[in-house]
């Protein structure tokens, strides 16, 4: 079946340091990859996403590419700031809709602080 | 976008009660859909609500512990029943994902079960 692995965290970092996120799925197929960001008591919010390989997502500053020769979709930022700490998961989902229609599968997050 | 509502935004509940959540949208929608996200884990999709018909499960749950009813386009309820302490979780509504369509979370409900 579909699976999504994440670095393992928690990921600390200093504000403005450089962020990486690996993210490697598998899947049959051609899936839409996308990354959620949870931030402290609230729900998940998209991130980005991108639906056909070599498609770069990007928003606030963070950005992933698919990478289908690698089954790849790592998140990067250049700069982070302090209101960037949060849970950011990766998922995938079957673009083939039918009995996939709205089946996301989650990585298992990756917890982000970002000190000052 | 669609923006989702969810009652109640946390509760503390006694083992062997049930407690239900409810989900309203601010647009018509097809399909609902409940996850479920247990303490330092990732979510889990739990089941697909459809107006009219009858939820489908995911392997793992079932409808006598998650009944969930569906009576329009934009609202459902997903009941947790004669709970127990490992049902703590958030329990997040979601809404859209066909094909690449973007799919939206609820706020979710976090449940704390003694």
């Known amino acids: 079946g579909d699976s999504v692995t994440q670095m393992e965290g928690p990921v600390t970092l200093s504000e403005e340091a450089f962020l990486t996120i690996n993210c490697t799925y598998t899947?049959?197929?051609?899936?839409?990859l996308f990354w959620y960001v949870q931030y402290p008591g609230e729900g998940l919010q998209l991130l980005l996403k991108?639906?056909?390989?070599?498609d770069k997502g990007s928003n606030k500053g963070f950005e992933a590419t698919y990478r289908k020769e690698t089954t790849s979709f790592h998140l990067e930022k250049g700069s982070v700031q302090v209101s960037d700490s949060a849970v950011y998961f990766c998922?995938?989902?079957?673009?083939?809709?039918?009995?996939?229609?709205?089946?996301?599968?989650f990585g298992q997050g990756t917890i982000l602080t970002v000190h000052p | 976008s669609a923006v989702i509502s969810q009652k109640p935004s946390r509760d503390i509940c006694q083992r062997g009660t049930s407690l239900t959540i409810q989900c309203q949208v601010d647009?018509?929608?097809?399909?609902m859909f409940w996850y479920r996200q247990q303490p330092g884990q990732s979510l889990t999709l739990i089941a697909t609500?459809?107006?009219?018909?009858?939820?489908?499960?995911e392997s793992g749950f079932v409808i006598d512990k998650f009944p969930i009813s569906r009576p329009n386009l934009t609202f459902s309820t997903l009941t947790v029943s004669n709970m127990s302490p490992e049902d703590s979780s958030i329990y997040l509504c979601?809404?859209?994902?066909?094909?690449?369509?973007?799919?939206?979370f609820g706020p979710g409900t976090r449940l704390l079960v003694l």
């Open positions: 979601s809404v859209g994902g066909g094909g690449t369509e973007t799919q939206y």
């Open positions: 899947a049959t197929g051609y899936p839409s």
């Open positions: 991108a639906t056909k390989a070599d």
């Open positions: 998922a995938l989902r079957p673009n083939a809709g039918g009995t996939s229609y709205g089946k996301l599968t």
């Open positions: 647009s018509q929608v097809t399909m």
């Open positions: 609500a459809n107006q009219g018909s009858e939820a489908t499960y």
